[in-house]
């Protein structure tokens, strides 16, 4: 267990809805990054979100977006979403601080969304 | 971030030691090696994590060669339950930087009975 959560477990809609996922992060970290993970495929890095603002994105089109809270809780949005948005979709979390030199990213159990 | 080569997938006896390689031969010398496992359908879960030195933790064991250019993890004593798509990441992190982990395919470790 990580102490990081996701809601809901599982999910279905269908072409052109709009969906919005949910993660709470791991208690003392502040870095919320979500992933897709599509079946039979490792986990694609779609955005990264600390202190509140987008801080890196991977290759994901602009229906893709999110939000940080001051809680450092997360939500992913997708628009129109597309048969392809099937997937696990995944958010860690982690703890940046300046200086240090790296960190660790503790994921959820994720999330199975099914685009009908 | 540097490219890793990995096994597809290896088998195990049940209490052996699992050694799982890695290929990371452009891995540059601000880049992290780090360990997650994927149990099926489960989040990723982190192992361990090394620059240059050898690390060990109550999972499992991480060897760096001295060039930096392989890497191996041990579980030590493998049990049924470490079944799962084992991936190797290498991360380079520069301080204010904001990019993701980047997954292969990983090996798959079966460990059989």
């Known amino acids: 267990e990580t102490g990081v959560t996701q809601s809901p477990t599982h999910l279905i809609k269908t072409r052109g809805q709009q969906v919005t996922l949910r993660c709470s992060s791991q208690s003392g970290h502040n870095t919320v990054s979500w992933y897709q993970q599509a079946l039979g495929q490792g986990p694609q890095f779609i955005f990264q979100y600390y202190r509140e603002e987008e801080n890196g994105r991977g290759n994901f089109p602009p229906r893709f977006s999110g939000l940080q809270f001051p809680n450092y809780s997360s939500e992913l949005n997708v628009n129109a979403l597309e048969l392809d948005d099937s997937a696990l979709y995944l958010c860690?979390?982690?703890?940046?601080?300046?200086?240090?030199?790296?960190?660790?990213?503790?994921f959820g159990p994720g999330t199975r969304l099914t685009v009908l | 971030d540097a490219k890793t080569t990995q096994p597809t997938s290896m088998d195990c006896a049940e209490g052996r030691a699992a050694n799982l390689p890695c290929n990371h031969s452009t891995i540059s010398g601000n880049e992290y090696v780090y360990w997650y496992r994927q149990i099926h359908s489960q989040g990723p879960q982190y192992i361990i994590h090394g620059l240059k030195n050898n690390e060990t933790n109550e999972m499992a064991s991480l060897i760096i060669t001295e060039d930096r250019k392989s890497s191996t993890l041990i579980l030590p004593h493998a049990t049924l339950r470490d079944t799962a798509v084992y991936y190797c990441?290498?991360?380079?992190w520069g301080g204010g930087g904001a990019d993701g982990l980047t997954f292969g395919k990983g090996t798959h470790l079966i460990i059989q009975p």
């Open positions: 990441i290498v991360r380079v």
């Open positions: 860690a979390s982690s703890l940046y601080l300046v200086g240090l030199s790296t960190d660790t990213q503790y």
